[in-house]
């Protein structure tokens, strides 16, 4: 598999291979200044990827790869055509997969807005590594709550985006809406915060949850990562919105999970017009549209053109099928009825559409 730095890429190409359950590599790839460019640009090539690495890449080739992210498009495409195309790649993520057409496959949510297409599969969110053993496996990690009063309730905490604000104000209100939820149930919080929370923020957290709870900041290089063992050992989950991939595993656990909404940025004039064109597009895929939906599906099919991210959708899309509840100030332990299994799933379509069972 190919995946670059980013934690949630990673995890997704992770999830999948061990859900297909079939041998595995990761090549974890660094890249440069022309890995900026449109993939469109780059096409099936490596010029993206720092020297060291371009090197590294050698026969023999395999016959699957899984890519995770916008970068690692260009070299997946590079590789099949080493391999004179016997090579299948599985792309993931709405920015690399949005043009499905030089892929096998792509895995794309349903909040990335992109039409359908043969090869594309559909998720409710973006796959993950959380299943039955890594829960099991990281339920017997060091455990923050030992000894402290149930039910244990973890807050996952990520960053602002370009739509949503997560600032040192939102952190103190969060932080006081969930410790006195926890306090109401007579529970115990944990707060672990993320490479995106930014130190101003954390700081805000780690003052406003005082003795009422404990914060684990992220700190770069540390060995121990809370995240996987307070999702594991908690009774209860609390996400923020912004983070598709938070959302996705709490949901994953199988646990009573909630996904508290963020403070919503204006919209920037670029970003107004996109969601303009893109209500239109959908409108004229319904009604039969008229030139500027027609011209706005074209781009995107292309993809030259990406529809804006509708987290909303992925709210109440996950809420409306009892997988999260959006926090309004009330916590239970109540687990959904089932846990979503879309990571097994779209391993399961892969199988069949790629003909994988054959290998």
Request: aromatic fraction near 6%; hydrophobic fraction near 45%; include cysteine.
């Amino acid at each position: 598999m190919l995946t670059d730095e980013r934690a949630g890429n990673r995890t997704q190409a992770v999830g999948l291979a061990d859900a297909l359950g079939l041998d595995y590599a990761i090549q974890d790839l660094r890249f440069g200044f022309w890995s900026k460019l449109h993939i469109r640009l780059l096409g099936a090539s490596i010029i993206g990827l720092k020297r060291a690495d371009q090197v590294s890449l050698a026969p023999p080739w395999p016959y699957l790869i899984l890519a995770a992210g916008r970068r690692t498009a260009p070299v997946a495409r590079w590789i099949k055509l080493q391999n004179n195309g016997q090579t299948q790649i599985v792309q993931l993520g709405r920015k690399g997969g949005q043009d499905p057409s030089p892929f096998d496959a792509v895995v794309t949510p349903i909040h990335a807005g992109l039409p359908a297409h043969p090869k594309r599969v559909e998720t409710l969110g973006p796959l993950n590594r959380v299943s039955t053993v890594a829960l099991t496996e990281a339920a017997h990690a060091v455990s923050p709550f030992d000894g402290q009063p149930k039910p244990w309730v973890s807050l996952m905490v990520g960053g602002a985006t370009t739509r949503q604000q997560l600032g040192p104000a939102e952190a103190r209100i969060l932080s006081e809406q969930v410790a006195r939820a926890t306090t109401d149930l007579s529970g115990t919080l944990i707060v672990v915060t993320s490479p995106r929370t930014g130190p101003k923020a954390t700081a805000a957290f780690i003052q406003a949850v005082g003795d009422r709870g404990l914060v684990i900041p992220w700190r770069a290089n540390e060995s121990f990562n809370p995240y996987l063992s307070c999702l594991a050992q908690a009774d209860i989950i609390v996400v923020t919105g912004d983070s598709e991939s938070m959302i996705a595993e709490a949901a994953a656990s199988g646990k009573a999970a909630y996904v508290y909404t963020l403070p919503i940025k204006p919209a920037s004039a670029w970003l107004r017009i996109g969601s303009r064109a893109h209500a239109l597009a959908v409108k004229g895929g319904a009604e039969g549209g008229g030139l500027i939906a027609k011209i706005y599906r074209v781009l995107v099919d292309s993809g030259l053109l990406r529809p804006p991210r509708d987290m909303a959708l992925l709210h109440t899309a996950m809420d409306s099928r009892g997988y999260v509840k959006i926090f309004r100030g009330k916590l239970t332990s109540q687990p959904p009825p089932v846990p979503i299994q879309e990571t097994a799933r779209v391993a399961e379509t892969l199988r069949t559409m790629l003909k994988l069972d054959r290998v």
